[in-house]
C-alpha cells in the first residue's frame, strides 16, 4: 500500500475484555515499531521488529501486552485483561532500516471503559 | 539517561509573527535527528533528518538546525496552516525516542 495502514481506528473495550491491534506497514519495510501515545505527549516507545524478529520489547508496560509479526509484514499488537490505565493512542512506524525516517499509521485510540 | 526535551510546551503565534521551536538532547553518539509534524487525530508525519552539527534543512516556511546539544526549527512568517504538534525525536538502540512536542497555533 501507500502507507502504513492500522485498524480498527477506534475501539472501545471493557475492562478485562481482550484486544488485538493490526499494521499494514509498507511493503519492504523492514522495521516495524509500536508506540504509545498518551494525550498531549510524545509517542512512547512498546516494541520493534526486524523482519519476523522482535529485537525489543523493553517498552511493553506488563505482560499483558503481547506482539508478532509472523511473516515479516502484518504486525499485531494484543492486549489481555485491559484495564482503564491502557486507553491511549497506538501507533505503529515502518522503516526501510534501523537509524532511517519513520512512516506512521493514522494510529488506533482505544479507549478502556 | 538519554533524554530529548521539546520547549516550550505551547506556543501561540499570530500569521506571519516568526518564532523558534527547542528540541535539546542528551545521548551518546548520535545518528540523526528527527522532525516530524503531528495534526491531531493522525500520526506523525516526516519533515527533516539532521546528521551532524551545521547541518540545516528547510521546508517551505520551515528550516531546522542542529548543534551538538540542541536542534531548532524555524517558523518563517507561519500561517493557520501551520498550526500542528511538532515532535523531534532521536534514535537509540533499537527505538526513536520522542520529545514531548511543542503544540504550536497560529491565528489569522
Known amino acids: 500500500g501507500a502507507g502504513v495502514s492500522q485498524s480498527p481506528r477506534y475501539k472501545v473495550a471493557k475492562r478485562g475484555q481482550d484486544v488485538a491491534l493490526r499494521c499494514d506497514p509498507i511493503s519492504g519495510h523492514v522495521s516495524l515499531f509500536w508506540y504509545q501515545q498518551a494525550l498531549g505527549q510524545g509517542p512512547e516507545f512498546l516494541t520493534y521488529f526486524q523482519n519476523e524478529a522482535q529485537l525489543d520489547k523493553s517498552g511493553l508496560p506488563s505482560d499483558r501486552f503481547f506482539a508478532e509479526r509472523p511473516e515479516g509484514s502484518v504486525s499485531t499488537l494484543k492486549i489481555q485483561r485491559t484495564q482503564q490505565e491502557d486507553s491511549a493512542v497506538y501507533l505503529c512506524?515502518?522503516?526501510?532500516?534501523?537509524?532511517?525516517?519513520?512512516?506512521f499509521g493514522q494510529g488506533t485510540r482505544l479507549t478502556v471503559v | 539517561e538519554d533524554q530529548v526535551t521539546q520547549s516550550p510546551e505551547a506556543l501561540r503565534l499570530q500569521e506571519g509573527e516568526s518564532s523558534s521551536l527547542n528540541c535539546s538532547y542528551t545521548v551518546s553518539g548520535l545518528r540523526g535527528l528527527f522532525w516530524y509534524r503531528q495534526d491531531p487525530g493522525k500520526g506523525p508525519e516526516f519533515l527533516f533528518t539532521l546528521y551532524s552539527a551545521g547541518e540545516e534543512k528547510e521546508k517551505e516556511r520551515l528550516k531546522a538546525t542542529l548543534t551538538k546539544k540542541e536542534s531548532f526549527l524555524h517558523i518563517t512568517a507561519p500561517k493557520p496552516e501551520d498550526s500542528a504538534t511538532y515532535l523531534c525525536a532521536v534514535p537509540l538502540r533499537n527505538d526513536m525516542r520522542f520529545g514531548a512536542g511543542t503544540r504550536l497555533t497560529v491565528k489569522p
Open positions: 512506524a515502518s522503516s526501510l532500516a534501523t537509524y532511517q525516517k519513520a512512516f
